[in-house]
C-alpha cells in the first residue's frame, strides 16, 4: 500500500483508509501530526466499508485515544479500515499510514 494520509479539520471524521486484511504480517504503522489545538483519536472497523448497507461500527485505538499532541502507533493485527476522529477543537489531524508487505 503506498503511503496514505487522510486529515479532519474541526470536529468528526475524516475518510476511512480501507486494509489488506488478507497480508501476512498485518504490520500497519501510523503517526498523526496536529496543526493547532485539537483533540483527535485513532479508530479501526472490522466491518466491511465497501458495503453500503452496513453502517460500520468503530473503536478506538487503545494508545491514540484522546490526544493533543503528534504521536505515532501501530496494528499488528487485522482491521478491515482505519480513520482519524477529531474529538474536539479548530486545528486539524492528519494521519498518516503505512502497511506492509504491499508493493506500491
Not at 458495503?51 to 503528534?70: C, E, G, I
Amino acid at each position: 500500500m503506498r503511503r496514505t494520509t487522510v486529515s479532519k479539520t474541526g470536529t468528526g471524521s475524516s475518510s476511512s483508509v480501507p486494509m489488506d486484511q488478507y497480508i501476512s504480517p498485518f504490520n500497519v504503522g501510523m503517526g498523526v501530526v496536529v496543526t493547532g489545538t485539537v483533540n483527535y483519536s485513532v479508530q479501526h472497523t472490522f466491518d466491511d466499508v465497501y458495503d453500503a448497507t452496513v453502517t460500520p461500527v468503530w473503536f478506538t485505538h487503545p494508545t491514540l485515544a484522546s490526544l493533543t499532541a503528534n504521536a505515532d502507533g501501530n496494528y499488528a493485527f487485522p482491521v478491515t479500515a482505519i480513520k482519524v476522529l477529531v474529538n474536539s477543537g479548530a486545528g486539524s489531524a492528519a494521519l498518516t499510514i503505512l502497511q506492509a508487505g504491499i508493493n506500491g
